[in-house]
């Protein structure tokens, strides 16, 4: 339980952070470090966002209470779809073909963590 408190410690921290940086700054003056720190950003909330569903979904459906070192792997794993997706989109490429694509990905990076993990 306490890396839970940490994760979604870290992911209320960097989503205050997120706003701030949206309200104040603006795509043009922030370069590519701050460009870079936006998609981290997003990167850490999405973490959070996806382990705390990964949990529900794990008691709702497996039983369990207690969260195993994998399902942070799994939550990892889901939480970079959506940076893939905004880059798809920062291409002009998002349609059926790349979104099949992201899923086939995610998909298959579950699967190796299932297996190697």
Known sequence: MKHN???YTISIVGLAA?????NVTSPTEIGPFGVLLFFTT?????????????QAFSRMAFKKSATRPKDY????VLAFGPIMLMMARSFG?????????????????E????KRA
């Open 5 to 7: 408190r940490i994760i």
């Open 18 to 22: 997120l706003i701030l940086m949206l």
């Open 42 to 54: 997003i990167y850490i909330v999405t973490f959070g966002i996806m382990t705390l569903l990964w």
């Open 73 to 76: 792997l799994y939550s990892a």
């Open 93 to 109: 490429a998002i349609n059926l073909w790349t979104i099949s694509l992201i899923v086939f990905f995610i998909i298959l990076a």
């Open 111 to 114: 699967f190796l963590v299932m």
